[in-house]
């Protein structure tokens, strides 16, 4: 089955302490995406990249910190410069056709706890 | 700029009732348009879309039509489940790639 994988869905994190969040599609999709959600709130945009190799900065960049190495692949590093990690974190992806139509698709959300 | 809004929630109906969220956005140039659905502890699914003007989505009951002259794409449904309780997002992609959300409406239905 082809999705979005997301690990793991829970974490807990020691105040000072970076900590990654994996994001895997097997969709071949070219741009991957990562969100923050706040209780009872919408999406924050994260980071965001549209090709290998390349990553732009979303809405709320600071603290956090992205790679994209392979096309499949788009981990999250939270680090300890970010202060109200407590959050889930939602990764999404989309194929960038250029047609104007892509759906994005999203993973089952990884939540996040500092404690 | 780019941007939806969503009515407020929570929206608490009951079970056969019928159903309207509203959404409205800003965008420049010719959006693709989305409803995606969160249940508790879940990533987004999504749930119907439209990519130009008039165009209809449908799924699941639900359905929302592209009106370019209000800027809207209200999601209606005419008869609702407990199962449909969940948290409504409405977004767009710009020409650009990049999609923005509105703050989500929880709907509660009660049976």
């Known amino acids: 089955d082809g999705g979005i994988t997301q690990s793991p869905k829970y974490l807990f994190r020691k105040e000072g302490q970076n900590v990654t969040l994996s994001c895997e599609q097997n969709?071949?999709?070219?741009?991957m995406y990562w969100y923050r959600q706040d209780p009872g709130q919408g999406l924050r945009l994260i980071y965001y990249s549209q090709i290998v190799n390349d990553f732009q900065k979303g809405d709320i960049a600071e603290g956090y910190s992205v790679s994209r190495e392979k096309k499949e692949s788009f981990p999250l590093t939270v680090t300890s410069a970010q202060k109200n990690p407590t959050a889930f974190y939602l990764c999404a992806s989309s194929r960038d056709s250029g047609s104007g139509t892509d759906t994005q698709y999203f993973g089952p959300g990884t939540r996040l706890t500092v404690l | 700029g780019n941007s939806v809004t969503q009515m407020e929630g929570p929206v608490t109906l009951s079970e056969e009732a019928f159903l309207t969220i509203n959404c409205t956005y800003t965008a420049t140039g010719y959006p693709s348009l989305f409803w995606y659905v969160q249940y508790p502890g879940e990533g987004l699914q999504l749930l119907l879309k439209?990519?130009?003007?008039?165009d209809k989505g449908s799924n699941k009951g639900f359905e929302a039509t592209y009106r370019k002259e209000t800027t809207s794409f209200h999601l209606e449904k005419g008869s609702v489940q407990v199962s449909d309780s969940a948290v409504y997002f409405c977004a767009l992609r710009s020409n650009f790639n990049k999609f923005y959300f509105g703050s989500g409406t929880k709907l509660n239905v009660k049976p």
């Open positions: 439209a990519t130009k003007a008039d």
């Open positions: 969709l071949n999709h070219d741009a």
